[in-house]
Structures are given as structure tokens and as C-alpha cells.
């Protein structure tokens, strides 16, 4: 039973050295997308229908899960939420900052005076 150790890391070491041959020179393509994809909104124009008026328990329940687990709408969510917090953070480092300070060099002279009667 020793001697599975052995082989496990055997074979991890050769993977991990073969995996820099796989190494690829593709890189991803510019692609232009009309300028009209990027002004557009989205959701002006009314549903055409609501699908509540199906009254199907089953249509209900699969669209219940695809609001719930859509990760690309709770991805958008987190980065409006990280931006808020970017937003507060930022104006709380770029807030006005007020300082005073007031030396009368009294404590200097002092200091002087001691050291010359000595």
C-alpha cells in the first residue's frame, strides 16, 4: 500500500512537464460589433404576453429556476454592487480633509534656556 504514493506522483510530474507542450499561439480576435448593438435598451417595448396567464405550474416552476440560477444576471448584480462600493470608497478618499496645527516654538526656546544654564 506504500507504494501508491509513488506512481500518484509519477504521474502528476509527467502531466505537469507535458503540459507546456500544449501551449497555443491563438489569440482571441478583435470583433467589431455595431454600434447600434451597444445603444440599444433593452426591455422597452411590452411583453407580448405575461406568462402568468398560462397558469402552468410546470412553466411556473422552470422559470422561477432560471431567475434563480441565472449566474450571468448575478454576475451583473455583484459588479453594479462592487461599483457602488468603488463609488463610496472613492468619495470617501476624495472627501475634504481639514488639519490645523499651532506651534509658538515656545517649547524650543525653553529647551535652549535649559541647556545654556547647564
Same mark, same amino acid.
Given at each position: ?5 509513488f506512481?500518484l ?11 507546456n507542450m500544449?501551449?497555443s499561439?491563438y489569440?482571441r480576435?478583435l470583433i ?5 448593438w451597444?445603444?440599444?435598451t433593452?426591455?422597452t417595448a411590452?411583453a407580448p ?8 405550474p410546470a @412553466? %411556473?416552476?422552470w ?5 434563480? =440560477?441565472?449566474y450571468? &444576471?448575478?454576475?451583473a448584480?455583484l459588479r453594479v454592487?462592487?461599483?457602488q462600493?468603488n ?5 470617501i478618499?476624495?472627501a475634504?480633509?481639514?488639519?490645523a496645527r @499651532? %506651534?509658538s516654538g515656545?517649547g524650543?526656546?525653553?529647551? =535652549?534656556?535649559?541647556i &545654556?544654564a547647564?
Amino acid at each position: 500500500m506504500k507504494l501508491l504514493p509513488f506512481p500518484l506522483c509519477l504521474a502528476v510530474l509527467l502531466c505537469a512537464g507535458c503540459g507546456n507542450m500544449l501551449k497555443s499561439e491563438y489569440q482571441r480576435p478583435l470583433i467589431q460589433y455595431p454600434d447600434h448593438w451597444q445603444t440599444e435598451t433593452v426591455g422597452t417595448a411590452p411583453a407580448p404576453f405575461n406568462w402568468l396567464d398560462f397558469r402552468d405550474p410546470a @412553466l %411556473n416552476n422552470w422559470l422561477h429556476q432560471v431567475m434563480t =440560477r441565472n449566474y450571468d &444576471l448575478a454576475r451583473a448584480l455583484l459588479r453594479v454592487y462592487h461599483a457602488q462600493l468603488n463609488a463610496e470608497r472613492t468619495g470617501i478618499l476624495a472627501a475634504p480633509d481639514l488639519n490645523a496645527r @499651532l %506651534n509658538s516654538g515656545a517649547g524650543a526656546r525653553v529647551i =535652549r534656556a535649559i541647556i &545654556l544654564a547647564e
